[in-house]
């Protein structure tokens, strides 16, 4: 039996994978300690093979032997064991955006990686959604439902609550600032996936990807399949676990 | 040695400098802290880095001491914030060159009550500095000798000039013959300026006295640079930085002693096969903007996270000491053109072109071992910035692992640089 387990900034995931297969996973929220969240799961299946990613990897190392990997290198395993083709991963975290690119074989060749500014993650789309007073699922859903956006110029998480803030004010109907707030993240995604450059189709992986709308507007802005697996979440911790099967 | 290890305290010669005593008086303690964490607790150091972890100990004293009886005795002591400004010309006069540069957190929110928040961390952290009254060696200047590298520096010294006298050397920006013209000029004024501060015109003995010596500190750390390719590595990456570091305010002839007493003992190291990580540890090389002191950060989480780092194209580094100047010359004249000609063969960004830098960061990768390249840009130096893109073309032409990263001196963004350090040494370890 072997585990990954990746300790985001704002969930915790974790696969056990044995014989061959997923048999269990689960997403739990980091709360103050992830740490603590980890080691629960950790505690029912004391045989495990473990290995870390995510950002709490060297907390939990502090508390559990076991092995560390990066998420960069998660994601392309887990990113390569869905998809085994795929060459160009984008992973949108709570905090991190990050595009990966793979060889042939599957190695990472380059990657880039957002510094400490949150502009174009999960973090920046949950507060644009909290300021316009949706839940997260109502958010991307307004967005699909409105006909246009009207353009956000600031992806400074800062700076944009307040251009939200004065688009409210103006008269400008939630579902049409909605669509704005995804039109602005999906074209800061675009750009940063096209600097790297990508081939015919795209994996996206990471909590953002279960928001359908950004994915269909993705596509229309890079003009490629952008392909999710059914547990996006869950893409590093796999990675992780599959890690841990060659140790 | 880690437990008697202390940055000294003077409060007495703090006073006398007219510093902001209540408030430094933290500092010492704070880096003595850092140090210890940062350096002492490497394992297998050098038993010749004792002298350097000395310089730091005396940082804010001892130093300062020899550079107030430099000063009193009416010698120049000028500070300065860039490898252009000819320190040759300060030492021929008898005085003291300091470089100032601001590598700290700690005075940024000084700069920032005046200058802008969206620039240059090194800047601010120097301007802040002065105005905060934090920095022996900004105390102890004569006045400091700025020049024209980059838009936030140039600036900055109009209001620099309202703290201590501020003069500026204009650097061209281009290389053409009738740049040199300028140039020379220019470093003629420089040595009026430092003349005129120690009320005698330096002639050509001692000018070529003082090339000599600066020759002999470039070719020491140029000596120590070569040994430190060696794999495995008989030096850490953060002891050969910090020796850098302390290149910019140590006495130079001492300096490039102790320094070659190091080389003496690295050759010694290599023959009994003596390393501070295995030959298999991964190989990192590190280019771009200067890291001034105490800025260990890089360094500190790329050899924490179990790589080496072996090689600083930098102007902490070679850009600092891979040219020596020609000393064949029989007149003044002829002296200041060598001097300028070795000048204009430091690569900067500032440059346009400069597709020599590139040229050079791949040589230095190839001499250095190295297996990878992460170009280090402080936030807002919008020219190294710029050219990390002809830097990452040229990699990818050659196979080279390459990542820019663009940081200043806070926290803040460790972790995700960590993250971006270790996947980028799983990529070179496949």
Redesign the interface.
């Known amino acids: 039996m072997r585990i990954g387990i990746d300790l985001g900034s704002r969930t915790v995931k974790a696969v056990v994978w044995q014989d061959g297969a997923i048999v269990r996973h689960q997403v739990t929220e980091s709360g103050y300690e992830p740490h603590r969240q980890a080691l629960a799961f950790l505690e029912q299946h004391p045989a495990a093979r473990v290995v870390a990613t995510g950002y709490g990897r060297h907390l939990l190392r502090q508390h559990e032997e076991l092995s560390v990997i990066t998420e960069i290198k998660a994601h392309a395993l887990g990113a390569r064991h869905l998809f085994p083709g795929c060459r160009t991963i984008l992973d949108v975290g709570g905090q991190d955006c990050k595009v990966i690119l793979l060889d042939e074989s599957g190695r990472v060749t380059s990657f880039q990686m957002n510094d400490k500014c949150a502009a174009g993650t999960g973090r920046f789309l949950e507060m644009m959604g909290v300021s316009l007073g949706y839940e997260l699922e109502e958010f991307g859903r307004a967005a699909a439902d409105a006909e246009h956006g009207t353009p956000i110029n600031s992806m400074c998480a800062v700076f944009a609550e307040s251009e939200v803030v004065s688009l409210k004010n103006r008269g400008v109907p939630p579902g049409t600032i909605a669509r704005s707030v995804h039109l602005a993240v999906a074209g800061r995604l675009a750009g940063m996936v096209a600097k790297s450059g990508y081939g015919d189709h795209l994996v996206f992986s990471g909590g953002v990807a279960n928001n359908t709308t950004l994915v269909r507007l993705l596509e229309l802005e890079l003009g490629v399949a952008v392909l999710v697996p059914p547990a996006p979440s869950i893409v590093g911790a796999l990675g992780a676990a599959l890690h841990a099967c060659t140790l | 040695m880690s437990e008697a290890f202390q940055v000294k305290s003077d409060t007495e010669l703090w006073e006398k400098l007219g510093m902001d005593v209540a408030r430094f008086s933290g500092m010492p303690g704070m880096l003595t802290q850092a140090y210890t964490n940062v350096f002492l607790s490497q394992k297998n150091r050098p038993a010749g880095m004792a002298y350097f972890d000395s310089m730091v100990e005396n940082i804010h004293t001892g130093r300062i001491h020899e550079i107030m009886a430099v000063k009193e005795s009416g010698k120049p002591v000028i500070g300065t914030f860039c490898v252009y400004v000819p320190e040759e010309l300060i030492v021929a006069a008898g005085g003291v060159c300091v470089g100032l540069c601001g590598g700290a957190q700690g005075s940024i929110a000084d700069a920032e009550k005046i200058l802008p928040r969206n620039i240059c961390p090194m800047v601010k952290s120097a301007f802040g500095f002065k105005v905060g009254k934090i920095c022996p060696y900004f105390q102890a200047v004569d006045l400091v000798y700025g020049e024209t590298t980059c838009d936030a520096k140039k600036k900055t010294w109009e209001l620099l000039d309202r703290y201590v006298p501020t003069h500026v050397m204009e650097i061209p920006q281009m290389k053409r013959e009738r740049d040199k013209v300028l140039w020379v000029e220019e470093v003629k004024d420089f040595k009026a300026a430092v003349d005129k501060i120690a009320g005698t015109e330096t002639g050509f003995a001692e000018i070529a006295a003082a090339i000599s010596t600066i020759n002999a500190k470039r070719a020491s750390l140029q000596r120590l640079n070569n040994l430190r390719h060696h794999n495995p590595s008989p030096i850490s990456g953060k002891d050969m930085l910090l020796i850098e570091q302390i290149a910019f305010y140590d006495e130079p002839v001492r300096f490039t002693l102790k320094v070659n007493e190091l080389c003496k003992e690295l050759d010694q190291r290599i023959a009994d096969g003596i390393a501070v990580a295995p030959a298999s540890t991964p190989r990192i090389m590190v280019s771009g903007t200067p890291m001034a002191l105490p800025n260990w950060k890089l360094h500190n989480i790329i050899e924490t996270s179990g790589a080496v780092v072996v090689n600083e194209e930098s102007c902490i580094g070679t850009r600092y000491y891979k040219d020596l100047i020609d000393e064949g010359s029989t007149s003044v004249e002829e002296q200041l053109e060598r001097l300028t000609e070795r000048y204009m063969k430091i690569d900067c960004s500032c440059f346009t072109p400069n597709d020599e830098r590139i040229d050079q960061v791949i040589k230095e990768y190839r001499d250095s071992g190295a297996q990878g390249i992460i170009d280090y840009c402080l936030q807002f130096c919008h020219t190294y910035n710029i050219e990390a893109i002809k830097l990452r073309e040229a990699c990818e032409q050659r196979g080279i ?3 820019a ?3 200043d001196y806070s926290p ?2 460790v ?2 640089l ?3 350090v ?2 980028f040494i ?2 070179i370890t ?1």
Do not use: H, V
């Open positions: 692992p390459f990542m990263i663009e940081s803040d963004d972790g995700q960590q993250t971006r270790e996947a799983e990529q496949g």
